[in-house]
């Protein structure tokens, strides 16, 4: 019997009252627009969100929102303007210098802007040291609040995943505000069809 085991097995054997678990459901806040709330909730935190109808050319989208990116990393087929694709280099130190990720979002949350980011390229330190972020999520992948996000989660398994909203940022430095001081200094989230 492995050692956590044998502490479950005690803690088991010492517990004289079982309780019922306590109702966990919270009346969470729910947007009439979800994505106009997601789009206001992404900009207050320094990000932009866009959203793309069909025909739209999203390798010109790219173009426009991030036209001084010179070094664009992507594996997703359908980005042509990437110039590298992120799960062909040997070391994640190769990574440094990137103008550009562009990469894929799951799921969007309108309470904060943030963007679930599973685990898709093979050195997740893509996420933080490129320069700019686009993240593309299909459209109508939004939920209201946290608690949906979390429940969208409940038993999926992630090698690795992270919620994104906008830019990094800090304040710590002379009460000012910084943007890109531990990952990305801009983040667009673009909306699929």
């Given at each position: ?97 990137t ?7 799951e ?7 943030a963007?679930?980011?599973?685990k898709s ?7 933080f ?9 299909k ?46 200094i801009?983040?667009?989230v673009?909306?699929?069809?």
């Amino acid at each position: 019997m492995s050692s956590k085991e044998t502490i479950l097995a005690a803690i088991r054997k010492n517990t004289l009252k079982q309780y019922d678990k306590p109702d966990m459901s919270v009346d969470a806040i729910q947007f009439a627009d979800k994505e106009a709330q997601f789009a206001e909730s992404l900009k207050a935190s320094g990000g932009t969100a866009v959203y793309m109808q069909a025909g739209d050319d999203l390798n010109r989208m790219i173009g426009e929102h991030f036209p001084e990116a010179k070094r664009i990393a992507s594996n997703l087929p359908d980005v042509r303007c990437a110039t590298f694709n992120p799960d062909d280099v040997a070391d994640p130190r190769e990574l440094d210098n990137t103008d550009l990720a562009i990469i894929r979002g799951e799921f969007a949350v309108a309470e904060n802007g943030a963007v679930w980011i599973p685990k898709s390229v093979k050195y997740k330190g893509l996420y933080f040291i490129s320069s700019n972020l686009m993240i593309l999520v299909k459209k109508g992948e939004i939920v209201n609040n946290m608690h949906e996000a979390y429940r969208k989660l409940e038993g999926k398994d992630y090698d690795f995943g992270v919620f994104i909203s906008g830019p990094s940022k800090t304040a710590d430095i002379e009460q000012a505000l910084v943007f890109g001081a531990h990952g990305p200094i801009g983040v667009v989230v673009a909306f699929v069809p």
